[in-house]
C-alpha cells in the first residue's frame, strides 16, 4: 500500500510522461508529413518524366514514319538525318525512365508495373533506333541516285555488301527488342501503357521479318551479280499476241553475262532457233502434264510458258539452251512487251536503228500487231523475231547505261513483278528457295494459308497473233466465309474484238494457221483453290469442256473456245472445299496483252 506521502513524490511525475509521449507524437507526424510531402513531390516529379518520355516516343513515332517515307522516296540524307533525329529522342525517353526515384516507385501497387513497362518499352526502342535503324541509315546515307546507277553497263556492288552487313546488325537488334517486349508485364496495366505494349510487339514482329525478307534477298544479290565469278542467264522475251499460261509464247531469248557487276549480251535467240523435238522431250517428261499440255510443251521451245508455273518454263528454256547451244544457264528471267512499256516510262523513248522509236504509249501495239503487218511474206518471222531481239537489246542499253532515274526504274519493275509479266527462276537451290517466297517466282501458292487462290489461264492453239483482238474477263464468287463447306466458282469470258473488215487485211502470220481471219482457237484453264475438288461446269456456245484432272496441287478444268469475228463466249466450273481455314479470296489470271477484267465476289469476308 502506497501512502500518501508516496503519491505526493509521485505526482509530479504524471506531467513529464505527458510531455514526453506528446514529444514522440509530435515526431511521429512530423515524420509522416514530411514522408507524405516527399512522396508527393516524387510522385510529381516521377509523373513529369513519364510525361517526357510519352513525348519523346511520340516524337519517335512520327521520326519513322518520317523515316518510310525517305526511303521510299530514295532520300538517303533524309534518311541518315532523321535517324539521328530518332536516336536522340529514344536515349532522352530512356533517360527520363532511368532515374532512381523512377526505379524506387516501380514497387509501388497498380503504379509501378505501369512504370516499369513504359521504362522496357523505352529501352527497347531505343535498341531499335540505336542497333537497327542507325546501321542501315548510315549505309544509305553515303549513298545517292548516281551511286545506285549502273556505270558503263556495270553494277557497283560495295553498297550491296555494306547493306547487308547492316541488315544482319538490324535483324539482331530487331530480334532481340522483340524478345525484350514479349516479356513486358502488360496485365494490371492502364488501357494506354497495354495498348501501346501490343501494338509495340506487332511493329517490332513485323520489321524483324521485313528485315529477315530483304535481308535473305540482298545477301544472294552479289552472288547471282557474278561476285564469285561470271554467271549466265537467259533472258526470255514473252510474245503476248500468242498467249500462253504465263503471258506469251517464247519469242525471242538473249544470253546475259554477268561478272562482278559488269554486264554484257553475249548470244541471241529466238524459238525458231531450236530445232522441234517431237517425239523427244527435252526434260524428263510428266505424262499428267504432258496429257493436259500436249507433249508440245516439252519438244518445242515457244510453249515453254503453257504451264502456270515460271519454274517448269524456266527449266525447259534452260534444257533447250544448253543442249541445242551450248553453255551453262544460271538462271531465266523473263519479261513482256506490257513490262518493257513500263519501263520505257522511267527510261524515256528510246530510238532503234530501223528509225522507229520506242515509248511507254506505242510499245505493246508495235511490238505485238504493227510490225506483222511491215513485215509480211516468206521472211517475216525472221525479221520480226530480228526487230524484237534489237528491241530487248535497245532496252537493255538503256537500262544499264543509266537511261532513266532509279526510283522510276525500280517502281516500273516492281509494276511489271507485281502483274507477274517478270518472272525469275535460278538453277542454284539456294537462292531459288529465296526467289520462291517472293512474287517473282511465277508460281502459284500451294495452300490457303496466306491467300485462297483460283486461277484462270489462257492459251492460244490457233497458231497465229490474234490475241491482240482479244478481251477477256473473270470472276471468282465464293461463299467461304459464310459456309464450313464452301463452293468457289470461277466464270470467264472471252470476246473477239476482230472485224470481218480487219480480218481481211490481217496478214498470214497473224491469221490462224488453221482457219485464217474466219475462226481462232482458245484453250482456257481453270484451277481451284488448294484442297478443293471439281464439282461441276457449264459452257455456252462455241466453248466445250475437254477434261478435268488436277496440276499443281489444285484441281483444273480445260475448255476449248472458238470464236469468229465480234464472237462472245463463257465458261463457268464451281469447285467446293472441305472445312477449314481459309484465307483472303484472290483470283490470278494470265497477264494478258489486254488486261483481263478480274472480279472477287465473297460476302462476309473483311
Known amino acids: 500500500m502506497i501512502d500518501s506521502t508516496a503519491r505526493a513524490a509521485a505526482a509530479p511525475t504524471r506531467p513529464r510522461r505527458l510531455k514526453r509521449r506528446a514529444r514522440r507524437w509530435l515526431v511521429t507526424l512530423a515524420v509522416f508529413v514530411g514522408l507524405v510531402i516527399a512522396f508527393g513531390a516524387a510522385g510529381g516529379w516521377v509523373a513529369s518524366r513519364a510525361l517526357t518520355a510519352k513525348s519523346e516516343l511520340e516524337k519517335a513515332q512520327t521520326l519513322v514514319g518520317t523515316l518510310k517515307t525517305q526511303a521510299a522516296a530514295m532520300d538517303f540524307v533524309g534518311v541518315g538525318t532523321t535517324s539521328t533525329k530518332l536516336s536522340a529522342v529514344t536515349s532522352k525517353a530512356v533517360d527520363q525512365t532511368q532515374d532512381p526515384v523512377w526505379r524506387a516507385a516501380e514497387i509501388i501497387p497498380v503504379v509501378g508495373v505501369n512504370l516499369t513497362a513504359v521504362r522496357q518499352m523505352a529501352e527497347a526502342v531505343d535498341v531499335v533506333a540505336k542497333d537497327a535503324v542507325a546501321p542501315i541509315a548510315t549505309v544509305a546515307s553515303g549513298l545517292n541516285a548516281a551511286s545506285l546507277k549502273p556505270v558503263d553497263g556495270k553494277i557497283n556492288l560495295a553498297p550491296i555488301v555494306d547493306l547487308n552487313a547492316a541488315l544482319i546488325t538490324a535483324g539482331t537488334a530487331l530480334d532481340s527488342a522483340a524478345g525484350s517486349v514479349g516479356k513486358i508485364e502488360l496485365d494490371g496495366t492502364v488501357g494506354q501503357v497495354n495498348e501501346a505494349g501490343t501494338k509495340l510487339t506487332t511493329m517490332l514482329d513485323s520489321a524483324a521479318t521485313s528485315v529477315r525478307d530483304v535481308s535473305s534477298i540482298s545477301s544472294v544479290v552479289p552472288e547471282m551479280l557474278g561476285a564469285s565469278g561470271p554467271r549466265n542467264y537467259i533472258l526470255m522475251f514473252q510474245n503476248l499476241a500468242e498467249t500462253t499460261a504465263l503471258g506469251g509464247t517464247a519469242a525471242a531469248l538473249t544470253e546475259v553475262t554477268v561478272d562482278a557487276g559488269q554486264i554484257s549480251i553475249a548470244r541471241q535467240a529466238s524459238s525458231q532457233t531450236f530445232p522441234w523435238r517431237d517425239g523427244e522431250p527435252v526434260i524428263a517428261e510428266d505424262p499428267k502434264l504432258a496429257a493436259l499440255y500436249s507433249p508440245l510443251i516439252y519438244t518445242r521451245l515457244n510453249l515453254a510458258t503453257s504451264r502456270p508455273d515460271f519454274p517448269t518454263a524456266a527449266q525447259i528454256t534452260q534444257a533447250f539452251w544448253q543442249q541445242d547451244l551450248g553453255g551453262t544457264v544460271d538462271g531465266v528471267i523473263s519479261i513482256d512487251p506490257a513490262a518493257l512499256a513500263h519501263m520505257l516510262g522511267a527510261t524515256g ?10 515509248t511507254e504509249d506505242n510499245a505493246v501495239a508495235l511490238l505485238l500487231n504493227e510490225i506483222y503487218f511491215r513485215y509480211q511474206g516468206k521472211n517475216g518471222p525472221d525479221q520480226t523475231d530480228a526487230f524484237f531481239a534489237e528491241a530487248a537489246m535497245t532496252m537493255f542499253n538503256a537500262v544499264t547505261n543509266s537511261q532513266g532515274e532509279p526510283l522510276d526504274m525500280l517502281n516500273a519493275v516492281s509494276q511489271g513483278v507485281n502483274e507477274h509479266r517478270i518472272m525469275a527462276w535460278s538453277a542454284h537451290p539456294e537462292e531459288q528457295k529465296i526467289i520462291e517466297g517472293t512474287t517473282l517466282a511465277g508460281i502459284l501458292p500451294t495452300t490457303n494459308e496466306l491467300s485462297t487462290t483460283a486461277g484462270v489461264f489462257f492459251r492460244d492453239t490457233s497458231t497465229s497473233k490474234m490475241d491482240f483482238y482479244l478481251e477477256t474477263g473473270a470472276s471468282l464468287s465464293t461463299d467461304m466465309c459464310t459456309s464450313a463447306t464452301p463452293t468457289f466458282t470461277t466464270t470467264v469470258n472471252l470476246h473477239s474484238t476482230l472485224t470481218t473488215e480487219v480480218g481481211a487485211t490481217l496478214p498470214a502470220y497473224v491469221a490462224s494457221g488453221y482457219w485464217g481471219a474466219d475462226l481462232f482457237r482458245t484453250e482456257v484453264y481453270v484451277y481451284g483453290p488448294p484442297g478443293t475438288t471439281y464439282v461441276s461446269s457449264g459452257a455456252a456456245a462455241g466453248a466445250v469442256l475437254d477434261t478435268t484432272t488436277d496440276d499443281l496441287g489444285r484441281p483444273v478444268a480445260k475448255f476449248t473456245v472458238m470464236l469468229a469475228p465480234g464472237q462472245t463466249s463463257e465458261v ?35
Do not use: I, Q
Open 349 to 358: 523513248p528510246v530510238a532503234m536503228s530501223t528509225g522507229d522509236v520506242l
Open 572 to 606: 463457268a466450273v464451281t469447285f467446293s472445299g472441305p472445312d477449314g481455314t481459309y484465307a483472303a479470296p484472290e483470283l490470278r489470271t494470265t497477264p494478258m496483252l489486254n488486261p483481263t477484267t478480274v472480279a472477287v465476289d465473297a460476302p462476309g469476308c473483311k
